[in-house]
């Protein structure tokens, strides 16, 4: 029992501790303003003409500067078009387009082997 009171009496001195920092407040700058961002961001077509560099993380991220990799290649298919998620850094582009080349080259290397 006496546990349990000096718990609830250290729960409570903690609780009231004050925190003096200032609160975060909400803007009101674009209070009246309706738009989707959705609609704002999903009409532009093209990546901005910038350094390229990721802001953020996957889910709540941002890319600037980034290229679009091509529907189809001779050896990849993009897939999900209409989640327009086919971006990525430049780099990122020519490492998916490299790697997607490589199993037709192994195959074709493979290929003396299953003929005989």
Do not use: H
Not at 58 to 67: H, K, L, T
Not at 75 to 97: G, Y
């Amino acid at each position: 029992m006496n546990r349990f009171i000096g718990c609830l009496a250290l729960v409570f001195a903690v609780a009231s501790c004050g925190d003096d920092s200032p609160r975060a407040t909400v803007s009101t700058q674009n209070a009246g303003d309706n738009r989707v961002a959705k609609t704002l961001f999903g009409a532009v077509d093209a990546g901005s003409n910038q350094p390229a560099e990721s802001v953020g993380f996957y889910s709540r991220g941002c890319q600037a500067g980034a290229v679009q990799l091509p529907e189809t290649g001779p050896t990849w298919q993009a897939m999900r078009l209409s989640r327009n998620r086919n971006w990525a850094q430049a780099e990122t582009v020519d490492f998916i387009q490299d790697l997607s080349r490589l199993p037709r080259r192994w195959m074709a290397g493979k290929a003396s082997m299953w003929a005989t």
